[in-house]
């Protein structure tokens, strides 16, 4: 997910075994049938560290510093969710958002951007739970981003799809802004926070 023009947000279990010569960004709808734009290098690519893959999986955030900026509109980026009451009004039991991924779908397919609508489920201090009866993310989402829609009509974008059993019946999301000022200061770009979020 895209937050600036060099910073790319994902999940942390995402990138930590592999090396970063063997990843790439791509823009588009797809890998799958070649419905992608460009192929952009990274320069680093780092982990939340109070991200454990052997234990405390609940910081499953990092981000990716691309080595030239995405030729994307401003309008593209979807805001991060920051603002205090906006996270009380859009992070809550019951509330809709929307999972986008490329991963595997019901029926086989995989490498094409999809989504689906599905509800929060129960909160945690560091992630939420999302989806069941079958509305849900499967492997291969992982890393990709949840938005919801304010009731004023503007989306921002506060998940990050982690982990979870099987497909359809609900999984974990980390969040997004939990991690974002570590995100700010340690890639060392200005993502444009309002004053005050960073204490």
Not at 110 to 115: A, C, L, R, S
Request: hydrophobic content about 40%.
């Amino acid at each position: 997910t895209a937050i600036s023009p060099t910073v790319v947000v994902t999940a942390a279990h995402c990138i930590m075994p592999i090396p970063i010569n063997q990843l790439r960004v791509y823009l588009g709808d797809g890998f799958s049938g070649g419905a992608f734009t460009g192929e952009f290098e990274i320069t680093k690519m780092t982990a939340n560290p109070l991200y454990e893959m052997s234990g405390d999986r609940s910081f499953d955030v990092a981000y990716i510093l691309l080595a030239k900026p995405l030729p994307l509109l401003a309008s593209d980026y979807i805001p991060v969710l920051t603002d205090p009451t906006e996270i009380e009004e859009l992070i809550k039991v019951g509330k809709v958002a929307r999972i986008i991924g490329f991963g595997t779908r019901e029926g086989g397919g995989f490498g094409e951007k999809y989504q689906v609508d599905t509800a929060i489920t129960a909160l945690r201090p560091n992630e939420f739970k999302m989806g069941g009866g079958g509305q849900d993310s499967c492997q291969g989402d992982s890393g990709g981003p949840v938005y919801a829609q304010l009731a004023n009509g503007q989306w921002r974008v506060f998940g990050v799809v982690s982990r979870g059993g099987a497909c359809g019946t609900g999984g974990l999301y980390g969040l997004i802004h939990k991690s974002i000022c570590w995100i700010q200061a340690d890639s060392g770009v200005d993502l444009g926070l309002a004053v005050g979020t960073c204490h």
